[in-house]
């Protein structure tokens, strides 16, 4: 069965860094486009970087770009997630996220999440 198991969030200071990771297991990883989501407080879940299967292209959401880089490593299946410059309002669960179409039928992955807390 798919899993997808976050780590890497916490607390940190505004303008600093924080590394998440998402280990992949239970499907053929190198295959799939992977993403991050992220939910705040009292808010909607928000799609927050998208990656291609090969890795060869990204997106991401406009709060983010130039601050987030997402990554992965087919080799060791798992999706990164790199954040600078931390703000405040970066403050949410981060999930990661994988989508299949088998038999003409959706099948949609989350993790357990992450909590990354940005506060002085």
């Known amino acids: 069965q798919v899993q997808l198991v976050e780590s890497g969030g916490g607390l940190v200071q505004p303008g600093g860094s924080l590394r998440l990771s998402c280990a992949a297991s239970?499907?053929?990883?190198?295959?799939?486009?992977m993403s991050w989501y992220r939910q705040p407080p009292g808010k909607e879940r928000e799609l927050v970087a998208f990656?291609?299967?090969?890795?060869?292209?990204?997106n991401y959401a406009d709060s983010v770009k130039g601050r987030f880089t997402i990554s992965r490593d087919n080799a060791k299946n798992t999706v990164y997630l790199q954040m600078n410059s931390l703000k405040p309002e970066d403050t949410a669960v981060y999930y990661c996220?994988?989508?299949?179409?088998?038999?003409?039928?959706?099948?949609?992955?989350w993790g357990q999440g992450t909590q990354v807390t940005v506060s002085s």
């Open positions: 996220h994988v989508e299949q179409f088998i038999s003409f039928r959706r099948y949609v992955y």
């Open positions: 239970g499907f053929t990883f190198s295959t799939y486009p």
């Open positions: 990656i291609t299967s090969a890795g060869d292209s990204t």
